[in-house]
T-cell receptor
Framework: DSGVTQTPKHLITATGQRVTLRCSPRSGDLSVYWYQQSLDQGLQFLIQYYNGEERAKGNILERFSAQQFPDLHSELNLSSLELGDSALYFC????????????FGEGSWLTVV | GENVEQHPSTLSVQEGDSAVIKCTYSDSASNYFPWYKQELGKGPQLIIDIRSNVGEKKDQRIAVTLNKTAKHFSLHITETQPEDSAVYFCAASHQGGKLIFGQGTELSVKP
């Protein structure tokens, strides 16, 4: 158990809908990262937050947004969902914002039908 | 841009043999290189990492080597066991904490 908690574990929704994925980082960690894992794209970095501030951005679609709250938990919002958004979404956390060990949660399986 | 190439994509070995997975990174500013093991239905689990000021690191049956000049790093697993079967990912990081991952290697250890 990495200490990173993600909910929900599984989610099935229809195209055009909006979903929110939630992440609680390891106790004491200030950075939260979101990754998308699909069969054809591997593990793709989406976005990083450090102590509530956006720190780095990857190939995150405009339909997707994230935030980190004062209690350091984070949410990833996915809107106007398309079939191609079906993937495993991972949250990860680390203590600092650079060069620290990064621990992953168990992921949220999103299926868009 | 940043890129990490990982080979092979699949690897099958007999129990007790060694397994080697190789990665090449593109950004010479990369300074942190972790390896993750991912089992089916689970999140990536860190198994070993190395920083750019170290050439080699070992932890029991697992070792990682880094060649900064060639921008290569490798994972070595000795005395493989069936429970080592999983997908292994290498990654590189430099600007901030984000990790750029290789495409993964599916390791199968046959009893």
């Amino acid at each position: 158990d990495s200490g990173v908690t993600q909910t929900p574990k599984h989610l099935i929704t229809a195209t055009g809908q909006r979903v929110t994925l939630r992440c609680s980082p390891r106790s004491g960690d200030l950075s939260v990262y979101w990754y998308q894992q699909s069969l054809d794209q591997g593990l793709q970095f989406l976005i990083q937050y450090y102590n509530g501030e956006e720190r780095a951005k990857g190939n995150i679609l405009e339909r997707f947004s994230a935030q980190q709250f004062p209690d350091l938990h984070s949410e990833l919002n996915l809107s106007s969902l398309e079939l191609g958004d079906s993937a495993l979404y991972f949250c990860a956390s680390s203590y600092g914002d650079s060069g620290n060990t990064i621990y992953f949660g168990e992921g949220s399986w999103l299926t868009v039908v | 841009g940043e890129n990490v190439e990982q080979h092979p994509s699949t690897l099958s070995v007999q129990e007790g043999d060694s397994a080697v997975i190789k990665c090449t990174y593109s950004d010479s500013a990369s300074n942190y290189f972790p390896w993750y093991k991912q089992e089916l239905g689970k999140g990536p689990q860190l198994i070993i990492d190395i920083r750019s000021n170290v050439g080699e690191k070992k932890d029991q049956r697992i070792a990682v080597t880094l060649n900064k000049t060639a921008k290569h790093f490798s994972l070595h697993i000795t005395e493989t066991q069936p429970e080592d079967s999983a997908v292994y990912f290498c990654a590189a990081s430099h600007q901030g904490g984000k990790l750029i991952f290789g495409q993964g290697t599916e390791l199968s250890v046959k009893p």
